[in-house]
């Protein structure tokens, strides 16, 4: 359900799944796919190479270059997080600015500060926060949207993009907390 009550498409809703190919250091890829837990001593895969982030990133698994997409995901009272979207040639490696002219189109949480990334930096004032964030892209329309989906309200819209490439769902998450809660990505078709 977007805001306003009004409805997501179910021919937009996706099943979104976390790519292990992408994980960035300290991530671990869980539950099918649906499942992203962060663990500072956490191994990296062999598959090393430049698919994979070096930082605590991860795209999802499938990429889309035309048509309209909805995913959920739980970030619940996590303090370091970010979802959108990114283009397949975003960068992966080094210092990353995570900025539209970068390929990154995303809002996130670092301590208590809620952000849309872009420049100019824009802080977000949400209060209460969200826990349940929905992600809606249209390619065609050039548009990635964010919503509260427990309180059904827009959070922020990136519009009038022009992609060119293909376009994956992006998340980033990082804790220090000995105990700290994943991403989850709720299941929306079967």
Known sequence: MLAGGRSTNISCQQSVTFDHDTAGSGLVVSDGGKRLKYFSKASRSSSDDFMRFDCPMVLGKKGFTSGRHYWEVRVGLRNNWDVGVATETANR?????????????????????????????????LCPRPRQVGVYLDYNEG?????DVERKLHIHSFTRESFTEKVFPYFYLHSRAKKSEPLVISSMVD
Not at 95 to 105: I, P, Q, T, V
């Open 93 to 125: 490696t080094g210092k990353m600015a995570l900025r539209r002219e970068n390929g990154f189109f995303a809002i996130g949480k670092r301590g208590f500060d809620y952000q849309v990334h872009c420049t100019p930096y824009t802080a977000l004032n």
């Open 143 to 147: 548009r990635v949207s964010f919503y």
